[in-house]
């Protein structure tokens, strides 16, 4: 593993990449245990995530054992408007390569309730839940202990798109854009829960990743180019995780 700087980590390739994200969480869980007596994390869908979380319950791997599951609270970063049992749901994937594998309490599980009719009201009481356990005042934002995210081949992370409203949302945690490439609705947090995370985690894989990924990092990139550049925590950590594959551009200029 090769440390660029404090935000951004190369590793050689998928696997090593979910193996390093691995390990993090694990320390992640365990030190927030320790302090706070809980750990709070947001999961991401897409195939990035899918190693980790078979990395995180392959038996012949330290984490499963490590990870005191029955303290740790299980978020989501956004959701499709999708039912939980549709392959295509974010709950969906985490439950088939984590949740069903992990000693997690189901009381500890705080999902996106996207198959709600209507999304908006999906995103409402995501809302309500997240002011719940947090036990928000008005105004404040939640302080997830862990975010993981990806990014897409245009710059976007969880359901936050290149030029949707969602991205100049502040008065609300959670928000219900209408993604006209997808032609449906998504329910993703919003920038000032992401922005408030003890520590977020871009994962990022792919030869496909490469050239957005140097534009993103680019000093002469306009600063909010790209929803994933919004991603600055205004009092944590910001880590990006990337292979080599995706890193190339990096590598060649």
């Known amino acids: 593993m090769t440390s660029l700087d404090r935000e951004r980590i190369i590793v050689e390739d998928a696997e090593a990449l979910a193996l390093a994200a691995a390990e993090v969480f694990s320390r992640q869980a365990r030190e927030s245990v320790a302090v706070r007596g809980r750990f709070t994390v947001a999961l991401a869908g897409g195939s990035t995530p899918r190693l980790l979380y078979a990395r995180l319950t392959d038996p012949a791997a330290p984490f499963l054992a490590q990870i005191p599951?029955?303290?740790?609270?299980?978020?989501?970063?956004?959701?499709?408007?999708?039912?939980?049992?549709?392959?295509?749901?974010?709950?969906?994937?985490?439950?088939?390569?984590?949740?069903?594998?992990?000693?997690?309490?189901?009381?500890?599980?705080?999902?996106?309730?996207?198959?709600?009719?209507?999304?908006?009201d999906?995103?409402?009481?995501?809302?309500?839940?997240?002011?719940?356990?947090?036990?928000?005042?008005?105004?404040?934002?939640p302080r997830l202990d862990l975010v993981l995210l990806g990014m897409g081949t245009d710059g976007h992370t969880?359901?936050?798109?290149?030029?949707?409203?969602?991205?100049?949302?502040?008065?609300?945690?959670?928000?219900?854009?209408?993604?006209?490439?997808?032609?449906?609705?998504?329910?993703?947090?919003?920038?000032?829960?992401?922005?408030?995370?003890?520590?977020?985690?871009?994962?990022?894989?792919?030869?496909?990743?490469?050239?957005?990924?140097?534009?993103?990092?680019?000093?002469k990139s306009p600063p909010d180019a790209f929803p994933c550049q919004r991603i600055s925590p205004a009092n944590g950590r910001l880590t990006w995780l990337v292979d080599r594959a995706a890193a190339s551009a990096l590598e060649s200029r």
Not at 93 to 119: C, F, M, T, V
Not at 123 to 132: D, G, N, V
């Open 69 to 120: 599951w029955s303290q740790v609270h299980v978020f989501w970063g956004d959701e499709r408007h999708v039912p939980p049992d549709d392959p295509q749901s974010n709950y969906w994937l985490a439950r088939e390569q984590l949740l069903s594998r992990a000693p997690i309490p189901a009381g500890n599980l705080h999902r996106i309730e996207a198959e709600r009719p209507d999304a908006k």
């Open 122 to 141: 999906a995103a409402a009481a995501y809302e309500a839940e997240l002011i719940r356990f947090f036990s928000l005042s008005p105004g404040q934002a």
């Open 158 to 219: 969880a359901s936050l798109f290149p030029g949707s409203d969602a991205l100049e949302v502040r008065d609300a945690l959670v928000a219900a854009p209408w993604i006209a490439k997808f032609s449906s609705y998504r329910i993703t947090l919003t920038l000032p829960v992401f922005n408030a995370s003890a520590a977020v985690q871009f994962l990022v894989s792919g030869k496909d990743k490469a050239e957005t990924l140097r534009a993103v990092f680019d000093p």
